[in-house]
Structures are given as C-alpha cells and as structure tokens.
C-alpha cells in the first residue's frame, strides 16, 4: 500500500513525500486517514527537529509523519484486534498515549507510520493496547479531528477544583451554578470553552467571556448567542476589556462584587493573567490553559487571598483518553459543535508552508483533508475567490447558509469535488 505523507527529517525540514507502506502485522492495523487538524504543537515540533521532547533523534535517517488531529476509516485490522476493530469503522487517536517505558511518545511526533499528515497509515500495536484507537460514530469527519482539541478544553473543566472549609478534599470540575470568566476567550480554544460551557453537565449560571478584538468578540457573539445561552440556563456576557479603564472592577460588578469561582486564562499574557487572579472570589480557581513559550513566563499572584479567601492556581496541557471520548460522544450526539475553531480549510499539498508558517496565519484551526490538492484558502475568502473557482462558490453557498462555519454538507461537498491529491 503506497501513502503520501508530510514527513519531519529536521529543524524545519519538512517533506510530501510518496513511500510504501510495509505490509501490517497481525497486531496492527491499516487505515485511511480523511481529515487533520493542524496543531502548533506540530509547529513547535517542526522548527525545533530532534530537540522537541517527543522527536526521535534519528529523523534525519527515519523521518516520522507529523499530525495528531485525525479521523479516518480502518481498512484492514490484524488478527489480533478482530474482534474489537473492523473495516469501516471511523475513528480518532488519543495522542498521549503514556507508554511506560516512552511516556513522550505520541503519533504525529514519533512514528515513522503513523501520522495525520497522510493518505494511509500503520496503526501499531501499542495504540491499542493503550487505549488510545477511538471509535468514533459521528456522520463527519473534521468533527473527529476537532475531538483532540476539544478533549484539552474538556480536561481543563474538570481540572478545576473546589474545597469546603475545614476539609482538604478537593471536589474535582468547575462550580455548577457558579460564575465563570474565561479571559482572552474568543480565539479557536475559547471558542470550543464557551461551547463546552454552554452544553457540559455541570453549567455556571454565570458565563462572562472577554477579549481585547471587538471583530472576534462579535463572531463569537453571532455563533454563541445571549439567547441560546439563556435557553441552557446561563447567563452570557461578552466584554471588550478595552472599553473600560478598570475592566477588573467592571468584571468583579457583574457578579455584584462577589467575583468569580471559575477564570480561565486563554492567553499566555502576563497582565491578563494578573487580571484572573484580580477577580477570583473566595476559593476561586485559576486555570491556566495557555502555554507559554518563554519558559521564564511568571505573573504576579496575590497570596495574602490564597492563605485568607482560599484561591488557588492549576494548569493544564491536554486531556487524557476520557476527555476525548467524553468529546467524541458529545459532538456524534451534536450536544457541541466545535466548527467555530475552524477557519481555514486546504488539502495535503498545502501541510508543509501551512506548518512552517502557523503562527503568522491569523484565524482559527486550519483543517486538512488529506486526499485532495486544495490550497490552505480562509473561509471567509470563499465568496471572492469563489468567483473564478467553482468548488469555492459551492462551498461558499453551503456555508454561508451554516451562519459561515464549515459543516457536515461542506466536507461531503469538499470530498466529492474537490482535486484528487
């Protein structure tokens, strides 16, 4: 079985490349990748070659595929695995598989077969003895690729914690009813916060989301309106911090001075996250989501309201296996629609300057389809370009009747039209 596949041979080294795949073992399985979501971890992983944590030092000579955000279908399942896997079946990966013995490895950065960036991939062994191959049961595809992301966002709620006084047990996941703020909110990830917020089991009553962009504070506002809020039991407020000369006191008098149980930071900035601890009420909890890249990143945290008012800090990177699950079954049941993270849209052939060059392309998630040749193109320019191009005016048509996110109709559209790679 011969694949195409983007794959790392060094620091900004990266390749489409056309190789043959080795016949599966009987503990392994063959499948089809159709969508990939590129992550800036996959960014970092390409510029930084063999000095990331989870590259293998010997890329040079076995270069590994990179992409950890895919749905596709199994085509052929070893013997060993017959029983619980069968050709068809759609699926998504847990990336952090944890191994004992390699507890960095992870598809999409240490594998020389298994990869998002691919027509067709080697599922081996260890994926599924982990855990980590999930059936996925949802009508399309991108939806499985957002379930990566989407489990990190998932895993952030339910690392928040709260305590009862005099006791130290800690009562795990946001305070249900409670308020909440999530600051620097509405780029991809927060957008998939403000969704989960509005849908989980355990909703605050209320829901304040800032930002610091009036134009990306309006789409989120469009997509996550008021009213559906109100209709799901929650009060949503969106607020444009540069509006007001002490957002910090405006933010605290929305909850009528009694702060917030849960902030959510969603931007490594050193004075937004002094903003999160300014509004904590008492035994509030600061979740840290961004990463930083600067390892020295520090704010200022006032402590005399940890020892007195009981706030507290944690961080998240990622979520582990049930959080996906727990985002693959909310998005096939359509309690989330975390389309709004989705702003670009291209095939293959566009991975390698997409990757290389992620963090000057503005917007949200940009989605891949692997087995088409399609230039990363925004969505928002669908309507112009459309009018020389005839797959970009029908899919122009779809989406702009979807509210201008990508959907379900767009990807069969996309899949049946589109270039072959």
């Known amino acids: 079985m011969k694949t195409k596949a983007v794959r790392l041979y060094g620091k900004n080294d990266l390749r489409l490349e056309e190789f043959e795949l080795p016949p ?29 944590k989870r590259v293998p030092n010997d890329i040079d000579r076995n270069p590994i595929i990179i992409g950890h955000e895919f749905c596709g279908e199994i085509v052929e399942v070893g013997a060993k695995w017959k029983e619980q896997f069968k050709a068809g079946d759609k699926f998504s990966i847990q990336p952090a598989m944890n191994k004992k013995d390699d507890p960095y490895a992870a598809p999409g950065y240490s594998f020389k077969y298994i990869g998002g960036s691919a027509t067709y991939i080697v599922i081996p062994n260890e994926v599924m003895e982990l855990g980590c191959l999930l059936n996925y049961k949802g009508d399309a595809y991108f939806y499985g690729s957002l379930s990566e992301p989407m489990s990190c966002i998932v895993g952030t709620f339910h690392a928040n914690y709260h305590t009862t006084g005099g006791s130290y047990v800690h009562n795990m996941g946001i305070k249900e009813g409670g308020n909440m703020a999530i600051l620097a909110g509405v780029g991809p990830m927060g957008l998939g916060a403000i969704d989960y917020a509005l849908h989980c089991d355990r909703k605050p009553g209320l829901l304040v989301v800032t930002d610091i962009d009036a134009a990306r504070l309006e789409r989120a506002g469009s997509i996550y309106t008021v009213e559906d809020a109100k209709k799901n039991g929650v009060e949503l407020i969106y607020v444009n911090t540069v509006s007001s000369n002490n957002p910090e006191e405006y933010l605290l008098s929305l909850t009528g001075g009694k702060g917030y149980d849960d902030v959510m930071v969603f931007a490594p900035v050193k004075p937004v996250v002094e903003m999160g601890d300014k509004i904590l009420g008492h ?5 840290f989501f961004a990463g930083p890249s600067n390892t020295a990143f520090s704010a200022e945290f006032n402590f005399y309201n940890v020892h007195y008012n009981s ?7 990622g979520g582990n296996t049930q959080d996906m699950i727990e985002s693959l079954d909310m998005m096939a049941g359509g309690s989330i629609n975390p389309s709004s993270m989705i702003t670009h849209i291209g095939g293959l052939n566009s991975v390698v300057e997409t990757t290389l060059n992620l963090p000057k392309i503005p917007g949200g998630k940009k989605l891949i389809y692997t087995n088409i040749d399609m230039p990363l193109t925004a969505i928002a320019d669908f309507a112009e370009k459309g009018k020389s191009d005839p797959l970009l005016a ?23 039209n589109a270039k072959a790679i």
């Open 311 to 317: 706030t507290h800090v944690v961080g998240t990177s």
């Open 283 to 287: 035994d509030g909890c600061l979740n």
């Open 24 to 52: 599966i073992k009987e503990d392994e399985i063959l499948a089809h990748i159709i969508s990939d979501s590129i992550c800036m971890s996959s960014y970092k992983a390409s510029i930084q070659g063999s000095d990331h």
């Open 394 to 416: 029908g899919l122009n048509e779809i989406v702009a009747g979807n509210n201008g996110l990508w959907c379900a109709e767009a990807e069969k559209y996309l899949l049946s």
